[in-house]
């Protein structure tokens, strides 16, 4: 009872989005003067609700290919309904989309909507953003590698690693990561620590994330006992997430949503997470990240992935970055929150249907 009382409290406490002490360290190790001037230029236009930013964003979430090789029914790839072309990013469009933005990003996210290993150019973008003092980060369900990919992993300077395992058991865990092998993701995970620990290295940090769904949540103890016998860095419950675009939320909620940990909120349309309350205004991801698709669409936020729903082209860019981070929709998205037009050219946009944020 003690770890589930555990797992409660964070479930309730610690947003999905975050994880503090490693983002401190990372503007820490990855900052520059620059870097820490424009934060705090961003910073303090949150918090004066601007609408017009002179800061660039300093989180990059880059996608480096929206397929994946696992079919989750949770997930608008998983469920082929992205309402984007699937598409490889390629190291060349890579480095347009970053090198403008790594003199102000501490963080790259290189994962959003697929399986960022089946993109094989993905350790060269992380040597690239490793080499231009900006941090790397990856998610991976870990199941469809080799041995030559585990050593590429340790070779290329990847500082953390997130490995998405929710279950002890293979009937357990099939039941959502569908085609998925939890003895490979084991393996795999058991292999590159080993290898890791054996060169000396500390990184990549490895997070074992475990989300919490109603045909896991008995198998709860049994991951910390194995993530202790594994030796992953973390083991951390995280709650379920419910596609942006889903309709029929309350059938969706019921299917999934665990019974033993609190914190389910009365909603069958709105609510993104359970266990998050409604995070105060403005939304950070307007002032704080740039989310990059493979196909070089800009989304307001990693949650949303339709391309209607773009803010803007990368791949189209004719103007500055900066521009970009003030085109009227970016303006009209942070007016939502400001109280007033968008500069004047106010235009409808996804975020005006978003709950997560206080308006």
Same mark, same amino acid.
């Given at each position: 009872?003690?770890?589930?009382?555990?797992?409660?409290?964070?479930?309730?406490?610690? !947003?999905?989005?975050?994880?503090?002490?490693?983002?401190?360290?990372?503007?820490?190790?990855?900052?520059?003067?620059?870097?820490?001037?424009?934060?705090?230029?961003?910073?303090?236009?949150?918090?004066?609700?601007?609408?017009?930013?002179?800061?660039?964003?300093?989180?990059?979430?880059?996608?480096?290919?929206?397929?994946?090789?696992?079919?989750?029914?949770?997930? !608008?790839?998983?469920?082929?309904?992205?309402?984007?072309?699937?598409?490889?990013?390629?190291?060349?469009?890579?480095?347009?989309?970053?090198?403008?933005?790594?003199?102000?990003?501490?963080?790259?996210?290189?994962?959003?909507?697929?399986?960022?290993?089946?993109?094989?150019?993905?350790?060269?973008?992380?040597?690239?953003?490793?080499?231009?003092?900006?941090?790397?980060?990856?998610?991976?369900?870990?199941?469809?590698?080799?041995?030559?990919?585990?050593?590429?992993?340790?070779?290329?300077?990847?500082?953390?690693?997130?490995?998405?395992?929710?279950?002890?058991?293979?009937?357990?865990?099939?039941?959502?990561?569908?085609?998925?092998?939890?003895?490979?993701?084991?393996?795999?995970?058991?292999?590159?620590?080993?290898?890791?620990?054996?060169?000396?290295?500390?990184? !990549?940090?490895?997070?074992?994330?475990?989300?919490?769904?109603?045909?896991?949540?008995?198998?709860?103890?049994?991951?910390?006992?194995?993530?202790?016998?594994?030796?992953?860095?973390?083991?951390?419950?995280?709650?379920?997430?419910?596609?942006?675009?889903?309709?029929?939320?309350?059938?969706?909620?019921?299917?999934?949503y665990p019974s033993t940990y609190e914190g389910r909120v009365a909603s069958d349309h709105q609510e993104q997470q359970y266990g998050q309350r409604g995070k105060p205004g403005p939304c950070f991801y307007?002032?704080?990240?740039?989310?990059?698709? !493979?196909?070089?669409?800009?989304?307001?936020?990693?949650?949303?992935?339709?391309?209607?729903?773009?803010?803007?082209?990368?791949?189209?860019?004719?103007?500055?970055?900066?521009?970009?981070?003030?085109?009227?929709?970016?303006?009209?998205?942070?007016?939502?929150?400001?109280?007033?037009?968008?500069?004047?050219?106010?235009?409808?946009?996804?975020?005006?249907?978003?709950?997560?944020?206080?308006?």
């Amino acid at each position: 009872m003690k770890l589930v009382a555990r797992a409660q409290k964070l479930l309730r406490k610690i !947003p999905q989005y975050t994880r503090n002490q490693r983002h401190f360290w990372s503007v820490l190790q990855h900052g520059t003067p620059r870097k820490w001037m424009n934060l705090a230029r961003a910073e303090s236009a949150r918090k004066r609700r601007s609408v017009e930013l002179d800061s660039y964003p300093y989180l990059l979430i880059i996608d480096p290919c929206n397929y994946c090789n696992l079919r989750c029914p949770l997930c !608008p790839t998983g469920l082929n309904d992205l309402g984007r072309p699937q598409s490889m990013l390629s190291f060349e469009h890579f480095k347009k989309y970053f090198d403008p933005l790594a003199p102000y990003v501490f963080e790259a996210y290189l994962h959003n909507w697929g399986e960022s290993l089946l993109n094989k150019d993905v350790y060269r973008m992380v040597e690239h953003a490793q080499r231009n003092n900006v941090g790397t980060n990856l998610s991976s369900n870990f199941v469809d590698l080799d041995s030559d990919d585990i050593d590429k992993l340790l070779d290329c300077g990847l500082e953390y690693l997130i490995v998405s395992l929710d279950g002890t058991s293979q009937e357990t865990y099939g039941q959502y990561r569908i085609r998925g092998d939890l003895g490979r993701v084991v393996e795999n995970m058991s292999t590159l620590l080993e290898r890791r620990n054996r060169r000396g290295k500390k990184t !990549p940090v490895v997070e074992w994330q475990y989300v919490v769904m109603k045909q896991n949540e008995h198998e709860v103890p049994e991951a910390e006992k194995m993530a202790k016998r594994l030796g992953v860095d973390l083991l951390r419950f995280i709650p379920v997430g419910m596609p942006f675009e889903f309709k029929n939320r309350r059938e969706v909620a019921d299917q999934w949503y665990p019974s033993t940990y609190e914190g389910r909120v009365a909603s069958d349309h709105q609510e993104q997470q359970y266990g998050q309350r409604g995070k105060p205004g403005p939304c950070f991801y307007l002032y704080r990240s740039m989310v990059v698709n !493979p196909d070089g669409g800009v989304s307001p936020c990693c949650v949303v992935y339709r391309k209607n729903r773009d803010f803007a082209d990368l791949s189209q860019l004719n103007g500055s970055l900066l521009d970009l981070w003030n085109n009227a929709k970016y303006r009209s998205a942070r007016s939502i929150f400001a109280g007033r037009g968008g500069g004047g050219s106010y235009q409808p946009t996804v975020c005006d249907e978003c709950d997560i944020f206080q308006k």
